[in-house]
DNA sequence: TTGAAAGCGATACCAA
DNA sequence: TTGGTATCGCTTTCAA
């Protein structure tokens, strides 16, 4: 492998005059910029980005610690990243916390030893101290996640409360007023948004709050058929069942089916995060989109934008857009 | 950040005193070790990576090149690669190529740049003769490709033969003897064998070999229903009809439901991958699994083992079983 | 504009 | 066993 020096020495010039012009500075007269270009192509040269990082103390990589790239939420996430990282000649070191604060912690630490440029970090885990305090040696992006105002950290959240809310709507739209709702895992702020908001709806809309028609899920499937047996075995059933995501949604689905109901016609269902599932079941589930890719590209973009060389300006934070994406599985609600 | 020297000044020692306690070397005295333990503790002194990558020429690090995180069939298999690696104290930078050589070929240039240890590569689109000559600097291993003996790459393949060969006998259990086929896309080693080991098994069952029970596909799900709308209105159509992937298949299962048929009681249908969406639908898919994660452990276990201290030992082959995973999508033939 | 030389922060050798 | 020093390959400053 030729080094920079090889190049230098055949080009018959300096050695910082060919880093000059790799590194696209003018201050280069256009006759040596042409031999060392020549010898660059003729040696095959290629810098050592090792050697770039150690002495600029920056490497042009940002780390993705996501909960688990098995979790179907996460790919198109993680290429939203992928892809604005790249255009911006950034490459992205992909790592999976499964939701441990140790490995996270462990995580954060080696991507500092690799002196890389920034951290994209979902449902963080750590302390609010912990992630200022990182955000003084290198960029900064949580998701799913709040800081205080003024904080160094950027910020990408999706507006939760306006999903839910705009599910419920479709759902009043269409007739229900008896709606049951699925919660998801306490574990994370966006989890804990969508329930407040579905409460917040009722009340907004002056209908009862039942406290049977909500059901403790666990993101599963299995936890989604569990819910649906509950709540349509009530006494009084839902006639529309909410979920905070899509897996509980379609066992809900086919749980309903199982008991010989029909889907949207006996019960509506309709879930949330529009994953490809959603897409593939049957009937094609109503759900509320949350733009993975776009946070992903949002990430980046503030990552970037806020840590131009170095720390110094403060944190952003973004909200990006919820919306329900109209398939099959929800329609008018119907006597029974 | 402090520095190794600043751990040696505070510690009273020499550089390669806390360079050897760090690397734990055992010709270091206890007492000494213990005061430079001391100081990197009080410190909070973490190696910069970067600088003993530069020095070492070789950092921790893999890098993994797949077409597309977004393809469910990867998420599985990227995990695999990165709890391996993981344990064995490297850590993984995700690359998508999106089946682009160019992109390909910039991921690996840049990998090199960096001084990784070594690549896994799906599905490559460089010569033989570039892999190679890659093998030279790194460690390397391919999936989904053939290479020639004594090559120095090593390469992780899954049994596609013996796979279609077992779902062809499930089928040929449950009493099929018509049994359709639908194509992939003709770019890849395994989607090639999968065909192949259709018509091979049909010759060796004695059993005709109609070209109008071939359809190509595309490995999306409309492809899936076109391929059933094609088959199923043939004037003789197929009893049973195996997929090369799931995701056809599904749209197999949907076209034929649409068509008023009953699957499996009218036709049968069998995929090939078992990604989750083969438990999600309904009926649940009858299908040959791949063992994704493995494979990603496989890749990594052979990446590791074959070049302990740099190039030298030839590359190994491995071969990884598939096998029918038995659910609803598939049953008995039944005269129509 | 260019060249010479000083670092970046480790590892590794050699002499002591 | 230890300390001193050269070195990895680049960027950056400073004089010329």
Redesign the interface.
């Known amino acids: ?1 030729p080094t920079m020096k090889d190049v230098a020495l055949k080009a018959g010039v300096s050695l910082g005059t060919v880093s000059n012009v790799l590194n696209g500075k003018d201050s280069v007269l256009p006759e040596n910029r042409a031999k060392v270009l020549r010898v660059v192509e003729r040696l095959k040269f ?6 770039r ?2 002495r600029t103390k920056s ?1 042009k ?1 940002i780390g993705l610690i996501i909960p ?3 979790n ?1 939420f ?3 996430l ?2 939203g990243v ?1 892809d604005a990282a790249n255009k911006a000649g950034f ?6 916390d499964d939701r441990d604060v140790r490995k996270e912690r462990s995580y954060i ?2 991507l ?4 890389m440029y920034g951290i994209v970090l979902l449902k963080p885990q750590i302390s609010r101290a912990e992630a200022e305090e990182i955000a003084l ?1 290198m960029a900064m992006v949580l998701m799913d996640a709040r800081m205080p105002a003024g904080s160094a950290c950027n910020v990408v959240n999706v507006d939760d409360r306006g999903g839910i809310v705009k599910g419920m709507r479709f759902l009043r739209r269409h007739g229900h007023a008896k709606i049951g709702f699925i919660k998801g895992l306490a574990d994370s702020l966006s989890s804990h948004d969508r329930v407040k908001a579905y409460r917040e709806f009722l009340k907004d809309e002056g209908l009862p709050l039942r406290r049977e028609y909500i059901f403790p899920g666990d993101y599963s ?1 299995n936890g989604g058929c569990k819910a649906a047996r509950a709540l349509l075995t009530l006494s009084d059933p839902p006639t529309a069942i909410a979920s905070s995501n899509d897996l509980m949604a ?1 066992g809900c689905l ?1 749980e309903a ?1 199982r008991m010989g109901l029909d889907v949207p016609g006996d019960v509506s269902v309709i879930g949330y995060d529009n994953l ?2 959603a ?4 009937p094609r589930l109503t759900t509320i989109n949350q733009p993975k890719y776009e946070m992903g590209v949002k990430g980046v973009e503030l990552l970037l934008r806020n840590f131009p060389h170095g720390p110094g300006l403060p944190g952003e934070v973004a909200v990006l857009p919820t919306e329900v994406v109209e398939r099959e599985s929800a329609g008018p609600a119907r006597a029974r």
Not at 46 to 51: D, E, K
Not at 91 to 96: E, S
């Open positions: 492998m290629r810098s050592n980005l090792v050697a990082t150690l490497s990589d688990n790239i098995n179907p996460y790919p198109e993680a290429r992928e490459t992205v070191l992909l790592c999976n630490k080696s500092m030893a690799k002196k040696n499937l379609l086919k089916q490809d599932l897409n593939f079941c049957t």
